[in-house]
């Protein structure tokens, strides 16, 4: 699947493993559509808040992004909630 390409690539430019010219890949993909930047952002964010380190070999990425697919929609479902909940 394409979109698996392209969180292997997030991930690579978050343990600062990605090359330059995948890196102009993944920056173009954000570039492409407003949901590839929303995705990107939303990992970056859950990178940021977690503590992975070291980097993760590759052979998990699959499980790993998985996570933090479903972490990032939890989190953003449980911002829109209280975005409601406001007077």
Request: proline content about 8%; some cysteine.
């Amino acid at each position: 699947m394409k979109q698996d390409y392209y969180y292997k690539l997030i991930y690579q430019a978050l343990a600062g493993t990605i090359s330059p010219k995948k890196q102009h890949e993944l920056e173009q993909w954000c570039q492409a559509h407003p949901t590839h930047q929303k995705e990107y952002d939303e990992l970056m964010g859950v990178w940021e808040e977690s503590v992975i380190s070291p980097p993760i070999p590759d052979s998990n990425l699959q499980p790993l992004f998985q996570q933090v697919r479903l972490d990032a929609r939890r989190k953003e479902a449980e911002r829109q909630k209280k975005e409601m909940e406001l007077p």
